[in-house]
Nanobody, 121 residues
C-alpha cells in the first residue's frame, strides 16, 4: 500500500511564502513524475508544476518565477516552494506521484490528501 502525506499549507499574507512537502511511504519501488495540482472552489483541478525523475521541471505560466518544484529521490519527497503569494493562489493543493510499487509492476498515479493554502490580509 502506498500513501502520500502532505504538509506545509496554511494562512499567509499576500507577498508571503510557504513551502509544501509531500512524502510517499509504503511499498515504493520507483517514482516517475511528481507534481502539484490545485483546486479552488468552483474551478477544476489544475496542474501547477511537474518534475521528472531526472529533475526536469515545468511550471504553469501563472506561477513561473514565483513557485519552484523540487524533489528528493532518496526521501521519496516532492516540494513546492511558493514565494510572492497572491490571493488568487488560494486553493487546496494536491501532490501527485506516478509510482511503481514493485519491480515489474505497472506504475500508477497516487494522490495526497490535499492541503489548504489561503492567501489573505
Amino acid at each position: 500500500q502506498v500513501q502520500l502525506v502532505e504538509s506545509g499549507g496554511g494562512l499567509v499574507q499576500p507577498g508571503g511564502s510557504l513551502r509544501l512537502s509531500c512524502a510517499a511511504s509504503g511499498r515504493v519501488f520507483s517514482i516517475n513524475d511528481m507534481g502539484w495540482y490545485r483546486q479552488s472552489p468552483g474551478k477544476e483541478r489544475e496542474l501547477v508544476a511537474v518534475i521528472t525523475r531526472d529533475g526536469s521541471t515545468n511550471h504553469v505560466d501563472s506561477v513561473k518565477g514565483r513557485f519552484t518544484i523540487s524533489r528528493d529521490n532518496a526521501r521519496n519527497t516532492v516540494y513546492l516552494q511558493m514565494n510572492s503569494l497572491k490571493p488568487e493562489d488560494t486553493a487546496v493543493y494536491y501532490c501527485n506521484m506516478n509510482i511503481r510499487a514493485l519491480f515489474g509492476a505497472v506504475p500508477r498515479d497516487y494522490w495526497g490528501q490535499g492541503t489548504q493554502v489561503t492567501v489573505s490580509s
